[in-house]
């Protein structure tokens, strides 16, 4: 096992350094970014496509999507209303990586945008080692999962910036401790910003949307 | 990227190396093996916590939990009604590997044992590469999941023996389309053996625990 981490460490740093190339440019560009992390269906795409609707005519946004296959979700996010959608497909790699989001920040003109939405490939563990350059990172928990998440994921939970909490129109019908979830979360990322709220019907996505909207505009 | 390649490989092949010495091992003990894999809140824990009492006086069952953090999975086994619970803590990894199976392995006499669960680190990406040396493998896919799963984590679903969809009892408060799903099943796993169940309800739980239990008397 020793032989491999010097590897996984020089891969990691020549990552970093290309995170902060990606920074500097998307912040050059006075573009607001963010990467969206989440277990396999959580609800990142759907949260994306709930909020295109909502920012159209006040932000303009660009979508990058990164799957292990597939353009659904880049096809989602077009239809849902993004200025660009640019698919990464990472032929099995379980995360992005700096070095996959510059391949598709090249293919944009960053300054025509407002919102640089990146949705990374589900999995709550690897993507949390890999910066990719944005200005906030976001985790997308939801109700389903169960609420022991924040004790079994804890890399993914301490890292992040905001905390979304989807699927809440289940909490009926699912056997989920808040108080638990919460206090694992608090642990892990004290005052972490949290979202609950539901992509189905809508509820709580207003106040998720006035926080993009404002740091977006705060950009320019 | 192209120096990753080759250490990535001899990893996986001596991974392989070493899944093999423990199919033997746990072969020539006579006991039915599975490892368990789902995305993180499919329900893995739930399924073995669900199927123990249910094999109760029938087969004597060894758990091993693989987790990054926490006993919780290895517990909740053990309180259900395991003669054996371990668990690994992974420290990071995003998977169980072959070598963190045989040191679990070391600390059991099999021999005393019809039916060992292994149950794998939440992600549905990167324990499909990793070999441990069971009999068989189960995914556990759940249907807040969505519908896409199949599509858009092809290697985990092409790999497996079986699939677990649990929580069926979610069905009338989700939009999921079955026939969808099922049609990605069956191109990357024609004829794979399907249970359809609920942990919550019970219900579809007799059809796989005679699923286990065949296989599990057949070995003795």
């Known amino acids: 096992m020793t032989t491999r981490v010097p590897v996984v460490e020089k891969i990691l740093s020549a990552n970093d350094r290309i995170a902060e190339e990606n920074h500097a ?3 050059s560009a006075g573009v607001f970014s963010i990467n969206i992390m989440a277990a396999p269906g959580a609800g990142k795409t759907s949260l994306i496509e709930q909020t295109l609707p909502r920012l159209k005519g006040k932000l303009r946004v660009a979508v ?3 799957d292990i296959a597939t353009s659904i979700d880049a096809d989602r ?3 849902a209303g993004a200025q660009a959608a640019i698919q990464i497909n990472t032929g099995g790699d379980c995360h ?15 300054t025509q945008f407002d919102l640089l939405i990146v949705e990374n490939v589900g999995n709550l563990v690897c993507p949390a080692s890999f910066k990719l350059g944005t200005h906030k990172s976001v985790l997308v928990a939801s109700i389903p999962e169960g609420d022991d ?3 079994k994921y804890p890399g993914m939970y301490r890292g992040v910036d905001a905390l979304v909490i989807n699927k809440i129109d289940l909490l ?6 808040m108080d638990y979830f919460e206090r694992g979360v ?4 004290p005052g972490v910003l949290t979202f609950p709220l539901s992509c189905r019907t809508g509820e709580g996505l207003d106040v998720w949307i006035e926080w ?7 950009k320019k």
């Open 172 to 177: 009926p019908y699912i056997p989920f401790k």
């Open 212 to 218: 993009l909207t404002q740091h977006a505009t705060h």
């Open 96 to 110: 992005l990586d700096a070095i996959m989001l510059r391949s598709a920040l090249e293919q944009l003109d960053l």
């Open 186 to 189: 608090q642990v892990l990322n």
């Open 64 to 66: 990058v999507d990164g």
């Open 149 to 151: 998440k924040p004790y």
């Open 25 to 27: 440019r998307i912040e």
């Open 77 to 79: 996010a077009a239809k």
